[in-house]
């Protein structure tokens, strides 16, 4: 579905990527492991469009995205959940949900939208006329994956969904992406927790200072020596 090729990021004189190259089968699970600053959300920015590639090429169901602006690749099918979940504080719960449809004119389509993410969600139904900015962080990770649901993405990329919750949260927000995945979601994940995103992913990559230094199975890379000693911290 997502094939990456030799992609370099600049940032003024900072080398961002370093030809980078990866691919995100339809319907699996991939995710981007690595210490800050290795490159993981830079890639995530340069598949919508958000930073230009210096070269190389993102190729989404045969269309090459360089160049393309954010809009358009929202359109095409591919949706973000930022990091820090960046939902719209004065707006309730339903007006956020609606915001993420913006690029929709199927009004009857989008109403039954929000009541498949209030049925994986039942908290936001609670919280409808809620203001976002007053939703607890758990509550607010799930507004922000349910406003992307809203754009019908083919692929949904998260950049650490559990980064600043809770323990028992961060479970719960696994669950959830395993529950939408096996409703045929697509997801590229970046995840803090290198363990349990691993043992989510179907495939993995290990990026290192804007390189890819490893690539396998999540299987395969919870047992590589070398992701269990600087990743999950075990000797």
Known sequence: MLEIKDLHVHYGGIHALKGISLTVPEGKIVTLIGA???????TLRAICGLVKPTSGSIVFCGENLVGEKTTTIIKKGITM???????????????????GAYARQDHQAIEEDIKQVNTLFPRLL??????AGTLS?????????????MSRPRLLMMDEPSLGLAPVLVQDIFQIIRRINNDGMTILLIEQ???????????GYVLETGS???????????????VRKVYLGES
């Not at 962080?137 to 992307?148: C, D, F, K, P, S």
């Not at 927790?193 to 495939?203: C, P, Q, R, S, V």
């Not at 490893?214 to 047992?223: Q, S, Y």
């Open 126 to 131: 609670e919280r409808r006329d809620q203001l």
């Open 193 to 203: 927790n290198a363990k349990a995103a691993l043992e989510l992913a179907d495939y």
């Open 212 to 226: 890819v230094a490893l690539a396998g199975t999540g299987k395969d890379l919870l047992a590589d020596d070398r």
């Open 81 to 99: 959940v930022p990091e820090g979940r960046r939902v719209f504080p004065d707006l309730t719960v339903h007006e956020n949900l609606i915001l």
């Open 137 to 149: 962080g758990g509550e607010q990770q799930m507004l922000a994956v349910g406003r992307a649901l």
């Open 36 to 42: 800050n600053g290795a490159g993981k959300s830079t």
